[in-house]
């Protein structure tokens, strides 16, 4: 069974770091593209950042320069770094899989929430 | 940046209508266009993938349609099941996505 199972989210104060992690497990991870994709209380869903099975990485206009996306083959887990927290980052942060083809999202974890507020 | 423009924003009808939502892109993502239902609290699912083919399991009263930059989700017959929000998204660009605002749909 294909799961995705995020982590590290959390209060932080705007200027700080938080590292989030998304653990995948029930499918080969190295044979996918994974996506970050944040979702602000009561608004829609935002693309954040896509890592390619190649290592290749990708970033939306408003996290670039500031977040890092990276993946660690051996452990099945998917990292996305965040730096420089401002309030609009404010959000619940979804794990999704590209599916075979890299078209559209076939899995996604249930999301981890994170609060940037002094 | 491909931008992506959904409407209506919201949406009331009742339960057996025929509901259309629309997605317009800023420019041509040929059949690129995926279709997404989000239910409150709950991560998002693909309905339609490729702009008209089915996901597994999806029911057969969602459709899609559409090729270039105008495309259309078809709910032919809505059930209370069907209340959430709808979502576009492109994959035309390499592994950069974008969404639309997304359309709420509720029961009248």
């Known amino acids: 069974e294909v799961q995705l199972v995020e982590s590290g989210g959390g209060l932080v104060q705007p200027g700080g770091s938080l590292r989030l992690s998304c653990a995948a497990s029930g499918f080969t991870f190295s044979s996918h593209d994974m996506h970050w994709v944040r979702q602000a209380t009561g608004k829609g869903l935002e693309w954040v950042s896509a890592i390619g099975t190649a290592g290749d990485t990708y970033y939306s206009g408003s996290v670039k320069g500031r977040f890092t996306l990276s993946r660690e083959k051996a452990k099945n887990s998917l990292y996305l770094q965040m730096d420089s927290l401002r309030a609009g980052d404010t959000a619940v942060y979804y794990c999704?899989?590209?599916?075979?083809?890299?078209?559209?999202?076939?899995?996604w974890g249930q999301g981890t929430l994170v609060t940037v507020s002094s | 940046d491909i931008q992506m423009t959904q409407s209506p924003s919201s949406l009331s009808a009742s339960v057996g209508d025929r509901v259309t939502i629309t997605c317009r892109a800023s420019?041509?993502?040929?059949?690129?266009l995926n279709w997404y239902q989000q239910k409150p609290g709950k991560a998002p699912k693909v309905l339609i993938y490729?702009?008209?083919s089915l996901q597994s399991g999806v029911p057969s009263r969602f459709s899609g349609s559409g090729s270039g930059t105008d495309f259309t989700l078809t709910i032919s017959s809505l059930q209370r099941e069907d209340v959430a929000t709808y979502y576009c998204q492109q994959s035309y660009t390499n592994l950069r996505r974008t969404f639309g605002q997304g359309t709420k749909v509720e029961i009248k």
């Open positions: 490729g702009s008209s």
């Open positions: 420019q041509s993502i040929s059949s690129y």
């Open positions: 999704a899989r590209g599916n075979s083809s890299g078209y559209y999202y076939d899995y």
